[in-house]
């Protein structure tokens, strides 16, 4: 943690998620109007002192919607981002540990999903599944299992095979404890890396499927659906856009350069940079 917090990289990314974290944690005490409120007479206002960030086409504030939708994109980014690493950290230690034909089917299965483009599988997904945040979370958390999958599995195989795993395995230990007290805390770091950059990458998944309105419905604000109502009067009131645009960059951005920090501070390869 000391090393971490001496990490300009990682201090920034930190700084950047705290701030949207707390926002959102505490939209209902200072979001200044409810945001599925309409106001017919302040359609598209500008940036005002009522209205921080201007409203939108449905005169509903700006700034209450952000704040509101930003809970969406959190929740769902990183619950998918821990279906994700469930599943995929569970393949992975399977089919490198044990190998064999267990490999080969494990292994198989992930390219598989991996020959689907991304976003395709998670609209497909979607399409069978049904609109909620749940099958969101379901849908975007398919998709990046073979990510996780794939880098368990080259790390376990680095692994497997040193001295200290031959050793507690010539003493008797089962397969069941050697991966769970040897072998995962060996990969960890590695894993934590790849959580950080896809949180990150969730978050613009996220906000793609609600931008194609399979994601929240309205009146349910996301940033992704506000982008997509923003579409219809971006050049008469480019503030509709901007807001939600704005926050999904520094969000992401925050995820990639804890992420970036973390690789610095945990690869022994990068700390004499530190």
Not at 239 to 245: E, F, K, Y
Request: aromatic residues 8%.
């Amino acid at each position: 943690m000391r090393k971490l917090l001496k990490n300009y990289l990682s201090v920034t990314g930190l700084i950047i998620i705290m701030i949207f974290f707390l926002a959102q944690a505490l939209a209902p005490s200072i979001a200044p109007y409810d945001p599925t409120m309409m106001e017919p007479g302040n359609l598209l206002a500008p940036p005002t002192s009522h209205n921080p960030l201007g409203t939108d086409g449905y005169g509903r504030d700006i700034m209450s919607r952000l704040l509101y939708g930003g809970r969406v994109s959190f929740v769902v980014s990183i619950l998918s981002t821990l279906v994700a690493l469930l599943f995929g950290t569970a393949t992975g230690l399977l089919a490198g540990f044990f190998g064999g034909w267990v490999d080969t089917v494990l292994m198989r299965i992930m390219d598989i999903i991996l020959a689907f483009p991304a976003l395709l599988l998670a609209i497909c997904i979607m399409a069978v599944l049904g609109q909620s945040n749940l099958n969101i979370v379901l849908a975007i958390g398919v998709v990046y299992i073979p990510q996780f999958a794939r880098l368990t599995r080259g790390s376990v195989l680095a692994v497997r095979d040193l001295e200290f795993v031959e050793a507690v395995r010539a003493l008797g230990a089962r397969s069941p404890r050697i991966i769970v007290r040897h072998i995962v805390p060996n990969i960890l770091p590695s894993l934590l890396v790849q959580v950080s950059l896809t949180i990150s990458l969730a978050v613009l998944y996220e906000s793609a499927l609600s931008f194609l309105g399979l994601g929240a419905q309205p009146p349910t604000p996301s940033w992704g659906n506000m982008l997509s109502e923003s579409r219809r009067y971006m050049e008469l009131a480019p503030w509709t856009a901007v807001a939600p645009g704005a926050a999904i960059m520094l969000v992401v951005l925050g995820f990639n350069l804890l992420g970036d920090g973390l690789r610095d501070v945990l690869d022994p390869r990068l700390r004499g940079r530190i």
